[in-house]
């Protein structure tokens, strides 16, 4: 039995646009022609592919097809490259990759935009924990995640990046009225803190290491890296930021350490192993730029965001 190929991609084209009509428009047919193509494919697999929800979402046989898609999309680009004809294919090709917030929002993207620079390549990053990326590759979501997982998942290869450092620190206004004594277990207790989103551990942890209930004190909560810094910036809680968002903070007394001991989080890089020139070239970029930024990976603890 054979995969059709133009079905597989068809398949990928609807689970990355979420709706069968969002994928006619990228490919310019119509909702039904779209319908009849992903039907005829579960026809000839024998299984159901895709959840019909809004987004539509591939079940795991259809993810299984999905990651053959992107892989045989990855290698027909490499192949017309070694040809000289990539420039004269239907365009730059798409290359989907899991990032946790805080990296995106610090050393990650100077690494695509040289990538970007020297191949024809445009980016679908999806942001997540990076105690949750490597599912992302798992499923064929993606081709490349930062992850905090140091084994490598099924069929990818696994690369150390370096270690994000974490830091308590708050403004010194919030310490006058919250923590005027310092960390004390009863003041950690009591004092607001900022929180990422629900599954942010870092300021448990901490308080944890600090003999303090993790749930106890009150918590805001902002999904998203750079607004997440401002708000602890701004006096709205304390929290756990990594030297890039508080570095230079410190130094000019604009923030301050809360106390206890940082947080080390390591970070890895991990791809399909496809033995592809433009992954690789995209991963090189990523790894140089963690190595230059990052602290080297050593044993570290915690989970980050």
């Known amino acids: 039995m054979e995969i059709p190929l133009d079905l597989a991609r068809t398949l990928a084209v609807v689970i990355d646009e979420g709706t069968f009509d969002a994928a006619a428009r990228r490919l310019r047919l119509t909702p039904s022609a ?8 579960e026809q ?10 809004k987004p539509v979402r591939a079940t795991d046989a259809g993810a299984a097809v999905v990651r053959l898609a992107r892989q045989l999309a990855l290698l027909e680009h490499d192949t017309l490259s070694g040809f000289g004809l990539a ?11 899991a990032v946790n917030a805080d990296s995106l929002g610090t050393w990650f993207l100077p690494a695509l935009a040289r990538a970007m620079e020297r191949h024809p ?10 105690d949750f990326t490597a599912g992302l590759l798992e499923s064929g979501a993606v081709m490349g995640a930062v992850t905090s997982q140091s084994v490598p998942v099924a069929g990818c290869l696994v ?3 370096g270690v994000m450092r974490y830091e308590a620190v708050a403004t010194p206004a919030f310490m006058g009225r919250w923590l005027p004594d310092g960390a004390t277990q009863a003041a950690l207790a009591a004092a607001p803190l900022v929180d990422f989103d629900r599954r942010d551990d870092l300021q448990r942890d901490h308080l944890r290491a600090m003999g303090v209930d993790p749930e106890a004190p009150p918590r805001h909560f902002v999904p998203a890296s750079n607004d997440f810094a401002t708000a602890v910036k701004l006096g709205l809680g304390w929290g756990m930021l990594p030297g890039f968002q508080s570095d230079a903070e410190l130094a000019l007394g604009d ?14 890089w991990q791809q399909w192993n496809l033995r592809s020139p433009l992954l690789d070239a995209i991963a090189a970029e990523l790894v140089d730029e963690a190595h230059r930024t990052l602290r080297p990976v050593h044993s570290a ?3 980050g965001r």
């Open 301 to 303: 603890r915690g989970s």
């Open 255 to 268: 923030l301050v350490r809360v106390g206890g001991d940082p947080i080390d989080v390591a970070l890895y």
């Open 159 to 161: 690369r150390p990046l």
């Open 34 to 41: 779209v319908s009849q193509r992903i039907k005829a494919l």
């Open 121 to 130: 390549v445009v980016f679908d990053l999806h942001r997540d924990d990076q």
């Open 87 to 97: 420039a004269e294919s239907s365009g730059p090709v798409t290359i989907a990759l």
């Open 44 to 53: 000839q697999l024998g299984r159901v592919l895709v959840v019909r929800a």
